[in-house]
């Protein structure tokens, strides 16, 4: 089985942006040395818990140092900006580090509707947009083509011929992310890997891969369909301690989905302390029940079975994060034994 990671650069009290972005980068350069396939950062605004917000940015940060792993972003929320754009940085980036580079692209905003305006800039985008966003997407970074091809657009009646970056080698990877059959159905009409949002808890996957992998038209980059299985993961060597945690995730994901307003993830001790409320208690239950959490053997081995299940052969962990108060702030801390416990059992 291949592991990949995603990070959401979670920020708890007590811990700056500066903390949380030193933390990840700590965590690359281990999920590089224990063999690990990619490290995805995502696209979120204006939550106090997650400081991934620009991931083009991000990226080479946390890949100094590494040697073999592959960066990119888990995803690029493509209506929050234009397609050049954002083939001109992932092209650039994919000329840092050769060969090492995915663009995973969204069409879900990122944020709440208020700071959606303000990102877009008062645009819109429906999913007529997002699909020609998505064409040209391919034709800018070469994968229609050959790497470094001008694509040729008519504009206001001007023909243009547009490259992402001249003298192109090597081109990204190109993946599609979703949590509906729209997006299944998209990445399959268009030949390209797709992943679904498992880790958010949204029920569907089943449905989303087999209308993907029976939809699915080959394309010059990529004949056959590709995926990943996205999941929330703790492992320690004692179980209890592995639900303890999970705890302050639990509670955020409860506070976002029942309208509480949200903090920095809290620590250990003052997710103990916390008061659920009835609709707190069911919503993180729900989501509980999705996670993969326990002994490195035991985790591992349902890891396993659910890949069978869904004839997946990449898990991409989203390491679950619980840390005390005296923790070094710029220490990835559980999220790095997570990684190394699994490693040791699976890579």
Do not use: C, K
């Amino acid at each position: 089985m291949r592991l990949s990671v995603l990070d959401l650069l979670m920020v708890r009290s007590g811990q700056s942006t500066s903390d949380a972005v030193r933390a990840s980068h700590e965590l690359a350069l281990l999920a590089d040395r224990l063999g690990y396939t990619r490290f995805w950062v995502a696209e979120h605004h204006n939550m106090p818990a997650v400081a991934s917000t620009a991931p083009s940015v991000l990226i080479p940060y946390l890949a100094a140092g590494t040697e073999q792993i592959r960066f990119g972003s888990g995803g690029v929320m493509l209506p929050n900006h234009t397609a050049t754009v954002v083939a001109e940085q992932f092209a650039l980036l994919e000329a840092m580090l050769p060969g090492r580079i995915d663009l995973g692209i969204g069409r879900a905003p990122g944020s709440d509707p208020v700071t959606s305006y303000l990102v877009r800039g008062g645009r819109t985008e429906g999913a007529e947009d997002f699909d020609t966003d998505v064409t040209l997407l391919t034709h800018l970074l070469g994968l229609a083509g050959a790497p470094g091809d001008a694509t040729r657009l008519t504009i206001a009646g001007h023909v243009l011929d547009v490259q992402a970056t001249p003298r192109a080698t090597t081109s990204p990877d190109l993946w599609l992310l979703g949590s509906s059959g729209y997006s299944a159905q998209l990445a399959a009409d268009r030949g390209l890997p797709y992943v679904f949002a498992n880790h958010f808890g949204m029920p569907g996957i089943e449905d989303a891969l087999a209308l993907y992998r029976q939809s699915y038209r080959p394309s010059a980059r990529y004949p056959e369909p590709r995926t990943i299985l996205p999941v929330n993961v703790a492992v320690h060597p004692d179980a209890d301690v592995a639900e303890d945690l999970v705890q302050p995730q639990l509670i955020n994901m409860a506070l976002l989905r029942t309208g509480s307003p949200l903090l920095p993830l809290r620590t250990l001790e003052e997710a103990r302390a916390h008061a659920w409320t009835p609709a707190q208690r069911e919503v993180a239950d729900r989501m509980r029940e999705r996670y993969f959490v326990g002994t490195p053997a035991s985790v591992a081995a349902a890891l396993r079975a659910r890949a069978d299940q869904l004839g997946v052969d990449e898990v991409m962990i989203a390491p679950i994060w619980g840390a005390s108060e005296a923790e070094d702030p710029a220490s990835p801390g559980s999220r790095a034994r997570t990684l190394e416990l699994l490693a040791a059992e699976l890579l």
